[in-house]
Every structure is written in structure tokens, then in C-alpha cells.
């Protein structure tokens, strides 16, 4: 991918009326001779950090569209792998590599494909990702996913940035307590220790595949849990709320 390509897509929304998502998967958007396209992952990564507005169907410039620009244009001659990085503001200025994220390549289809994962899920797990900086455990290897301390059921769901680390920390507190225990370990592992699928099938014992499957479930509960609606898009839409016994183990999906 060429560096320019999502620098030259803001540029055209800031003149156009919005980008429309197409069939490929990628959105177009155009003003007068000028046309530009992304592909949908990095778009979800432009809304996750408010660089521009509008959802799976359609996307705008907003009041913060200048300043990524302007932070683009201010660092030229950025790499191939730097070009699909946005600025998440939530995070401090992380900047975040979305082409590293398990969820993007997860959230983009595969030859004509349906992604495996919506953009509802995707932004779960992003804001999962932000409370989990906040509450500065990134760097702690291993986390106990029972006998953690219960937030008060009263506790908003939104984090404030003003609010501590220990608000985030009850917050995934409640996230726990939320979800059953095989979906949170995993949505925490990959959203907030940033593991691998393999990695997470590999620690324990279960068949291929199967993870991924544990994620979506997860990742579609803890949008729920958030107040995050899914857009209508056919039967792929349609919730999953099943789920094994405590001891019970995934099957094999091949």
C-alpha cells in the first residue's frame, strides 16, 4: 500500500459529503474529480480515535479530520508500515499499527468474503484495549480470571479521562463478572495482553480455530455490555448467545 492512500481518502472526505462503504469492502469517497478509497479496517481505526465520524454504512469529516492531517502532512516520508497507523488519543498518543492488530485482520474479508468480525465487535475490543492502558496493566503477563475483585454494580461504563487507573481496573472488573469466564479470558488476552489466537489455543489446550470463535462470541457480549449496537447487515448479524457448560471445552473447528 502505497503511504499516501489514507492520507489522500482524508483529504477527499474533508471536501466530500461522506465516504459510502462498497461491496469490495472499502469506501469511497469523492468530491468532484477527486476519488479515494480505504479499505474498512483502517477506516474503523480512523472512527475508533475520532478522527472522522458515521458508521459501518458511511463516514464524514469531522472537527478533528484537520488535525490528523495536519499530524500526517508534519511527518513525511513515513514507511509503508507506517502509513496504516492512526493516533488514538484515548491511549496518551499511542499510536497504534492496525495491520499488527488481531482484530483488524480479523474485521477485513478475504476475497470477497464477509469479515469475520463487525465493526460493532471491532469497537468492543478497541475500547477494551483503551481501558486496559488506562488501567496500566499491559505490562503484567499473567492475570487471574477468577477471584478478582467485584466493581459496585452502580459504576458507569464509560471512562471518563479524568477518571484513575483503579476505576478502569473495577470496570474490567465488571467486564469479568459480565462474561462467561472462557469468553473474558480471551477477549482479554487478545485485547488487552495482545496475544496471538494460536497462543491463546496453545495455553489452553484447545483445538484450532476454536479461539476465534470464543473471540467473536466475547467480543459480540461485551458490546452489549458497553451499549455498542450492531448495524443490520443480513444473517452474519444476527447475535450469538450460546455458550458451553463452565467445564465444558470448545469443539474442533476446522
Request: with cysteine; aromatic share 4%.
Amino acid at each position: 500500500m502505497s503511504p499516501d492512500l489514507t492520507l489522500k481518502f482524508m483529504r477527499v472526505l474533508l471536501r466530500a459529503e461522506d465516504a459510502v462503504a462498497g461491496p469490495d469492502g472499502r469506501y469511497l469517497a469523492a468530491a468532484g474529480s477527486a476519488r479515494a478509497t480505504l479499505d474498512a479496517a483502517l477506516v474503523r481505526g480512523l472512527l475508533s480515535c475520532g478522527a472522522i465520524a458515521g458508521d459501518a454504512r458511511a463516514v464524514r469529516a469531522n472537527a478533528e479530520t484537520r488535525s490528523w492531517i495536519r499530524r500526517r502532512l508534519a511527518s513525511p516520508g513515513e514507511s509503508e508500515q507506517v502509513a496504516d497507523r492512526v493516533l488514538d488519543r484515548s491511549t496518551g498518543g499511542l499510536t497504534v499499527n492496525l495491520a499488527e492488530s488481531p482484530l483488524a485482520r480479523l474485521a477485513v474479508g478475504l476475497r470477497g468474503d464477509a469479515p469475520f468480525l463487525e465493526a460493532h465487535q471491532v469497537e468492543a475490543g478497541e475500547r477494551l484495549r483503551r481501558l486496559w492502558e488506562k488501567a496500566s496493566l499491559s505490562q503484567r503477563v499473567t492475570m487471574r480470571y477468577d477471584g478478582s475483585p467485584r466493581a459496585p454494580r452502580g459504576i458507569a461504563r464509560g471512562l471518563e479521562p479524568g477518571e484513575s487507573a483503579i476505576d478502569a481496573r473495577k470496570k474490567i472488573a465488571r467486564i469479568r463478572e459480565a462474561l462467561p469466564p472462557d469468553c473474558a479470558g480471551v477477549v482479554i488476552d487478545v485485547c488487552g495482553l495482545l496475544k496471538g489466537l494460536q497462543t491463546v489455543e496453545a495455553e489452553r489446550g484447545w483445538p484450532r480455530r476454536s479461539a476465534k470463535l470464543v473471540l467473536r462470541i466475547g467480543l459480540d457480549q461485551l458490546a452489549r455490555h458497553f451499549g455498542i449496537s450492531a448495524v443490520g447487515q443480513g444473517l452474519g448479524a444476527a447475535p450469538i448467545n450460546g455458550w458451553m457448560a463452565p467445564d465444558g471445552r470448545p469443539d474442533r473447528f476446522e
